[in-house]
């Protein structure tokens, strides 16, 4: 990428991350281009879909998340790991208005830049629910695509309900019971 490429990439990241924080993930691609400083055909070049753009914004979120992951992967309760690593999705689902309705439409459709997000967290995920499973700790016909199903509803309710804070975690909780063996 020229130099001039790269720093209209990185300016329209920028501007999206901004966007979507403020004004959820229906933020004005117009909008951002402007802010960003080029027209929205450049925008478009570099993110030919608003889910490219999507992908690209949480492309950092996703390291984290998988960082995350591996982290609890060694962690003396795989119960508590995965229920940990459960919450920490949820908290990034809430972090954008409109991202959980999105993220749940990936489980439907594998070949979106979400999807590609997706996909190495249900990985994640898995290796974390299987070691809760080995432990007996959960039920064996729970499954990863279930759970992130779930978490990306959990977050949408918790979005649609602001005057109520501790409802992410009271549905978290209630369907860990759900989930022990």
């Known amino acids: 990428m020229r130099a001039d490429a790269r720093r209209n990439h990185e300016r329209l990241l920028a501007e999206a991350r901004a966007a979507f924080a403020a004004h959820g993930t ?3 691609l117009e909008d951002i281009a402007r802010r960003a400083g080029v027209g929205i055909g450049t925008l478009y070049r570099h993110f030919p879909t608003r ?3 999507l992908g690209a914004v949480f492309q950092d979120a996703l390291r984290a998340l998988l960082d995350r992951s591996a982290e609890l992967a060694a ?3 795989p119960c508590v790991a995965l229920v940990s690593w459960l919450r920490t999705l949820i908290a990034h689902a809430g972090e954008y208005r409109g991202l959980s309705m ?3 439409s990936v489980s439907y459709g594998r070949s979106s830049a979400l999807a590609e997000c ?3 967290l249900r990985a994640a995920g898995e290796i974390l ?3 809760a499973r080995e432990t007996a700790a959960v039920r064996a016909d729970v499954s990863i695509g279930d ?3 779930l978490t990306n509803a959990i977050a949408l309710a918790a979005e649609r309900s602001p005057e109520d804070p501790e409802l992410a975690d009271r549905l978290l909780d209630l369907t860990v019971r759900g989930l022990k063996a």
């Open 51 to 53: 889910e490219a753009l």
């Open 147 to 149: 759970l992130m199903k």
């Open 26 to 28: 229906d933020a004005s």
């Open 129 to 131: 629910l299987a070691r």
């Open 102 to 104: 999105a993220l749940m």
């Open 75 to 77: 962690a003396p309760d």
């Open 118 to 120: 997706s996909e190495p």
